[in-house]
């Protein structure tokens, strides 16, 4: 390559860092008094709310450190002691006595609840077997709600054998539907009709028969920013929702989804139905699509007896792994940068400027595709996984570098020596890199939540790695060495000494 | 060094066999220690209300109430959070919560087996340092309680997990068996499943404290590194196969070759990557990651063992098999041209 092609590609090739570097990491305010302000994309990114950093794209710093949002949910006759103080407070002495007649303080005299008598609690105290099993019943249909959100840090606890507390991270757009929908209990029902009041149910199951024979599953679709909750109906289910729809053209017709007592949605029909599958939409992100598809899923094995859920004692939490820890996180990635660049211009002098160049263009291509693909964000587990893939970026690169130092050393010219040294170990690194991409992608194919992301950077690293230190690299060192009148010196490459004899 | 490593198979697969076979009895009976995720506890609450003006200097009085409490009854607190309360979820139709700006919660967190008569003493002593202090003036506004709490365990995300690691390294390996070979492939599978065990047993006996998700993790690191140091090896013994002169070689003396050309630049790659990854953890000390970081030293080391000890000795048996199985085709392949060439003649 002539040198005025290799100045004018390196300018290029320059700038073109440059800009991603200052897109990438440069933040300010700008405009009359600081009203505006320019998001760098790593400010931009996603990051776990286990990190303690603003979320999300509009999150100023210090709007909320990450953390989570976490509430109790109480069964029916349990009911907090600070509530029966409250309760008690505003009656007489006569009321207050028939009140406290009522209620057993559980576990013992310094428990946190109040269980009513003949619905949680017989009237020696004891926890009556019924609630018992009702809430063993809730708490695994609320655990299996919360587990199919599949969000990374979704927690659910037992509290005293007698209530649900539950906890989702600040990593969603609606927190709070999940948590107060999430409560609701019983069976799926719909009903039809011109209004809710005088709506009749769309399924008259038989004796033996549940709401299962009518609906076969709920599950959530998406199309770009909409989401969508599908009822898949079997034919018995069908036949009702035609019959139910059959007259809609004339007169509109409203579908009311309950789960339990609580409706949770209504759809209105303008023309008969005779589908196995209903998609309803309305205002749905994927996000809460799914969440309500989750409710009706799950609604599917509920009875009338379910125990009865009521939200309350919200409480905001920081977050889990303390609040400097994307702070730390980048400090690791600065001692672990130095090391690397101290390591490559000691052993190779200008070479080094080639896979800095090489680097900073996986870097900022991984930071990109951090930003840009909806589920990836910044985590412990993900940014463990960049740093393996930099760890194989900076290995091939070296290999590729020594590849091409021993060619030189038997006398070869410097071109000659990068060809040869390339062609020595382009399979060797195109089969490192192909094995750690299938393995991360296949991972991230099958397993959930934080380790389906820190897996899919790790194999989209890989597929980085393996382009830029077998494309990229090459043409940094063609450009960069163009430019120099030694190309020996500028690599610290040295040829064999050979004694005569 | 070198020879004798790989002569010394029972040794090494004796070795993974106790620790592995140790740690399945311990997963199977006990899990992992998953104390980080606090899976059984107790928490203390001091609920108060800012509305009648508690001040910071009453709050911070609140806390040492507790602590002075906590520590009168002999009990020590593992975590210690203050909570913001939150607008009552059935109270608006939004999708977010917002704060009330009023209530918050003081929690401590005990570990399982700290006496609820510890803890009621504690509450006895912080309520009545409440009530002894004027400056709460309306102690209905402060509310202390405890309570037993129980995780619920989410294990979708453990099995899918384990699914995942046990499909990708055999993809990976038929990969690699394409590229280098039946032998390579098993060797490397064996490999690889010994570092995923060894590592999860490593936990399970250790009884190291991890997050719930994080020994999937751990077993996902521990089967790609060690893929990748098995893939160094595999390198080595291609390239020494097209070696005219690597036909009069035995399995062992080619598998002793290899493993010494390319020992150097696998201790060097388990080395930069022990580094990392404890440059991490040392960087992130003071915060609750350091435990992930930690926890994945402990994946790249059993890979490195596996690859300069178990993998090497299998493998000589492996290849030493397969060169058999070479040869015996080759001895029937020429017979049969030989017959072949005899009837045509």
Request: glycine residues 6%; hydrophobic residues 50%; negative net charge.
């Amino acid at each position: 390559m002539g040198k005025k092609k290799s100045v004018v590609l390196l300018v290029i090739y320059t700038l073109l860092i440059a800009v991603l570097c200052f897109i990438c990491t440069v933040s300010f305010s700008y405009g009359t008094d600081q009203l505006y302000t320019f998001s760098s994309v790593m400010r931009m990114m996603e990051k776990d709310a286990d990190l303690g950093l603003a979320y999300g794209a509009n999150a100023d710093a210090g709007a909320y450190l990450g953390g989570g949002y976490s509430a109790v949910y109480y069964p029916e006759g349990v009911i907090s002691a600070r509530e029966y103080a409250d309760n008690l407070d505003g009656m007489t002495d006569e009321e207050q006595a028939d009140y406290a007649a009522n209620y057993v303080r559980y576990p013992d005299e310094n428990g946190s609840v109040y269980l009513e008598k003949g619905v949680a609690c017989n009237e020696d105290g004891t926890v009556m077997s019924s609630f018992e099993e009702a809430f063993s019943s809730a708490l695994e249909t609320v655990t299996q709600r919360f587990a199919r959100l599949r969000v990374d840090g979704a927690r659910v606890e037992a509290v005293d054998g007698c209530m649900i507390r539950v906890f989702l991270p600040a990593m969603m757009d609606s927190e709070y539907t999940a948590i107060s929908v999430f409560a609701y209990t019983g069976e799926l029902r719909i009903t039809y009709g011109s209004d809710e009041a005088s709506a009749t149910a769309l399924f008259t199951p038989r004796a033996g028969e549940t709401v299962a024979d009518y609906v076969e599953a709920v599950n959530s679709r998406a199309s770009g920013e909409t989401g969508y909750v599908e009822f898949v109906f079997t034919d018995k289910g069908r036949e009702a929702l035609a019959s139910a729809t059959s007259g809609a053209a004339e007169t509109a017709v409203t579908l009311y989804f309950y789960v339990g007592d609580s409706l949770v949605l209504n759809l209105s029909v303008n023309e008969a139905y005779d589908q196995n599958t209903l998609y309803i939409s309305g205002s749905y992100t994927p996000e809460t699509a799914n969440t309500v598809a989750t409710l009706f899923s799950t609604a599917l094995s509920g009875t009338e007896d379910d125990l009865t859920l009521t939200p309350s004692d919200a409480y905001f939490h920081h977050a889990l792994y303390g609040e400097n820890t994307v702070l730390m996180l980048y400090i690791a990635f600065g001692v672990f940068f130095v090391a690397m660049m101290a390591f490559f211009f000691i052993r190779y002098h200008r070479l080094g400027f080639v896979h800095l160049y090489t680097y900073l263009l996986f870097l900022f291509a991984m930071i990109l595709c951090g930003w840009s693909i909806p589920f990836l964000y910044l985590s412990v587990e993900t940014f463990l996984a960049f740093m393996l893939a930099s760890v194989l970026l900076c290995v091939s690169d070296a290999v590729a570098f020594e590849c091409a130092r021993k060619e030189f050393a038997l006398g070869k010219t410097m071109t000659s020596s990068v060809k040869t040294g390339y062609k020595k170990c382009f399979w060797k690194l195109f089969d490192l890199h192909i094995v750690v991409a299938v393995i991360g992608f296949l991972v991230y194919a099958i397993a959930l939540t934080s380790l389906q992301t820190a897996a899919f950077v790790l194999g989209l690293g890989a597929a980085f790695s393996g382009i830029a230190t077998l494309l990229v690299n090459r043409f940094g060192w063609a450009v960069m060495m163009g430019t120099s009148k030694k190309p020996g010196k500028f690599c610290n490459f040295k040829r064999e000494e050979v004694e005569d004899e | 060094m070198s020879k004798k490593r790989l002569n010394l198979l029972p040794v090494w697969a004796a070795i993974s066999a106790v620790i592995i076979i140790a740690g399945i009895v311990l997963m199977a009976l006990l899990g992992f220690n998953e104390a980080l995720d606090r899976p059984e506890s107790k928490t203390f609450d001091v609920y108060y209300n800012v509305v009648v003006d508690l001040s910071e200097d009453r709050k911070s009085e609140l806390a040492t109430y507790c602590e002075d409490a906590f520590a009168d009854a002999g009990i020590s607190f593992t975590d210690k959070q203050t909570l913001e309360g939150q607008t009552d979820p059935v109270s608006t139709g939004q999708g977010s919560f917002s704060s009330t700006g009023n209530d918050f919660l003081l929690r401590y967190t005990f570990s399982a087996d700290v006496s609820d008569e510890s803890l009621a003493a504690a509450k006895a002593a912080v309520e009545a340092s409440i009530a002894g202090n004027e400056g709460f003036a309306l102690p209905a506004e402060t509310y202390v309680s405890f309570d037993t709490i129980s995780l619920q365990p989410m294990n979708e995300a453990m099995w899918r997990g384990a699914v995942a690691v046990a499909v990708a390294a055999v993809v990976a390996l038929i990969y690699i068996a394409i590229r280098f070979g039946m032998g390579c492939a098993l060797t490397g599978l064996v490999a690889c499943v010994n570092d995923a065990f060894l590592t999860l047993s490593v936990f399970a006996i250790a009884r190291i404290p991890v997050y719930a998700f994080a020994p999937m993790l751990y077993a996902a690191i521990a089967a790609a590194v060690s893929a990748v140091y098995w893939l160094i090896r595999c390198m080595k013994l291609r390239d020494d196969a097209k070696d005219p002169t690597a036909g009069v070689l035995s399995a062992d003396e080619a598998v002793a070759n290899a493993c010494a050309a390319t020992d150097k630049l696998v201790w060097l790659a388990a080395g930069i990557l022990l580094a990392v990854v404890a440059v991490c953890a040392a960087c992130t000390a003071m915060t609750g990651a350091t435990f992930i970081f930690a926890g994945a030293l402990i994946a790249v080391a059993a890979g490195l063992y596996s690859s300069m000890l178990l993998a090497p000795a299998l493998h000589v048996k492996v290849k030493a098999h397969f060169d058999r199985m070479k040869k015996k085709n080759a001895r029937y392949e020429g017979k049969k041209k030989s017959a072949k060439a005899d009837a045509e003649a």
